[in-house]
């Protein structure tokens, strides 16, 4: 048996490619509202899922970065993280972008 450091601990895979494309973006959307501030979903698509990306910034804003952590032809790594909302705007009060906001 392994033990997660806290940083595993902390990181939840979700691989799209096996789910149907007609409800991806609902899975998607249900397991980052199940997300816990400080949480990540690691997230493996077939391809670099941009109009997903721009309707998870529409919906939850500040509150999630994005991290790529590979893309290829066939497969894109995005770690998505969800963060406490009061740490995205202290970021942004003092000019330290997140990134998400475009």
């Known amino acids: 048996m392994s033990i997660d450091t806290p940083l595993e601990a902390n990181i939840h ?3 799209a490619r096996g789910v149907a494309r007609r409800f991806r ?18 997230f493996f698509n077939d391809h670099n899922p941009l109009p997903l990306l721009a309707q998870l910034r529409d919906r939850f804003g ?3 970065t ?11 790594v995005i770690d998505i993280s969800l963060v406490d909302s009061s ?8 000019g330290d972008c997140c990134g998400s906001c475009g």
């Open 25 to 42: 973006h609902a899975a998607i959307f249900g397991a980052l509202d199940a997300l816990h501030p400080g949480e990540t979903m690691r």
């Open 13 to 15: 895979s979700f691989d």
């Open 87 to 94: 740490k995205a705007r202290d970021k942004h009060a003092h």
């Open 62 to 64: 500040d509150n999630l």
């Open 66 to 76: 994005f991290n790529y952590r590979q893309t290829h032809p066939d497969l894109t």
